[in-house]
């Protein structure tokens, strides 16, 4: 059915007078009355009586009135839709984020991210860095906050942020009172790590710290959460090494320390699929680029 004359027929029936209506519509009489003619003969149903004197709308006409105007304006809704999406106005974005992420510089570019753009849905899923690699090469998210990168020709990254490792240690610690501490005093401590299986390259740069300064954790415990690890911490289980933002936590019961020794950066990446054409992750990578312009890639 063209639309055009659904829009013809609302305007008689408003009017309630053709001459009228077609001057409302830019047009003449005689071939609104031919459109009427032909949207009642192709629907079967009489829409208006019209005599030299008045026009009126028939019962069948009232109701079909109302559901000219509900497909008008969802034709109108979805246009606009539609040009919202393209724009990146509108849209729905999966984003995996590890919980060291959440404390830090991925919480001010969703921020800024829902201030501009508040019609975008967001589903945000807390994995670990291997489980995003997998759900980004599985396209069951479209942008990962990770801890290290993988070669891959679907998947591009750049990094966010470069942070220092950081002790944390039982608030009752003997060594909890020092401003800073050396990773060879850690040496006979139980250690709390970040399993290898859930992220290789995290794990083994903290452990190839450790052994660079000839300290080999005795790990009694793992956990796949910072915040995990934090509060096991905090249960006097043991000490870890974690990132510099996992002390935005400052959870009761635990210190984190900074160490005297240079540790290695640990990045934090963005990364997302190439073949992507959503306009909404365009729209979240342009405000990553304004908020993170001086990172330097570690690689």
């Given amino acids: ?8 027929f609302i305007a008689v029936a408003e009017e309630l007078h053709f001459n009228r209506a077609a001057e409302k519509l830019n047009m003449t009489q005689p071939p609104l009355s031919q459109q009427i003619q032909a949207l009642e003969n192709e629907i079967g149903v009489k829409l208006l009586e019209r005599n030299k004197r008045q026009v ?8 079909f009135l ?17 040009q919202l999406a393209d724009q990146g106005i509108i849209g729905h974005l999966k984003i995996g984020f590890i919980d060291s ?4 510089v991925l919480v001010d570019m969703l921020k800024v991210f829902r201030e501009r753009f508040p019609q975008i849905q967001l589903t945000l899923h807390e994995i670990t860095s291997a489980q995003q690699w ?10 990962g906050f990770v801890r290290y990168t993988e070669s891959s020709k679907y998947i591009n990254h750049r990094p966010l942020v470069n942070e220092s490792l ?3 240690l039982p608030e009752q610690h003997h060594l909890a009172h020092l401003p800073t501490l050396s990773i060879r005093s850690l040496t006979s401590e139980p250690f709390i790590s970040f399993p290898r299986h859930l992220g290789a390259p995290f794990h083994d ?25 934090v509060n096991l911490v905090a249960a006097n289980l043991g000490v870890s090494i974690v990132p510099s933002s996992v002390a935005i936590f400052q959870r009761k019961g635990v210190v984190f320390r900074s160490f005297e020794e240079s540790t290695p950066s640990i990045p934090l990446y963005a ?20 908020l993170s312009p001086e990172v330097i890639n570690p690689e």
């Fill in 1 to 8: 059915m063209d639309i055009k004359k659904l829009q013809y």
């Fill in 56 to 63: 009126r709308i028939t019962p069948a006409g009232a109701v």
């Fill in 66 to 82: 109302e559901e000219a105007k509900l497909i008008l304006s969802q034709l109108e809704r979805s246009i606009k839709n539609t």
């Fill in 101 to 104: 992420a959440a404390g830090g």
């Fill in 134 to 143: 997998q759900a980004l090469h599985e396209g069951t998210i479209h942008i």
């Fill in 166 to 168: 950081v002790a944390v």
């Fill in 205 to 229: 740069l903290i452990m190839s710290f450790c052994a660079q300064h000839d300290v080999y954790p005795n790990v009694v415990q793992e956990a796949i959460q910072m915040y995990t690890i």
């Fill in 271 to 290: 990364a997302w699929r190439t073949d992507s054409d959503r306009a909404s992750l365009s729209a979240l990578l342009e405000i990553i680029e304004q």
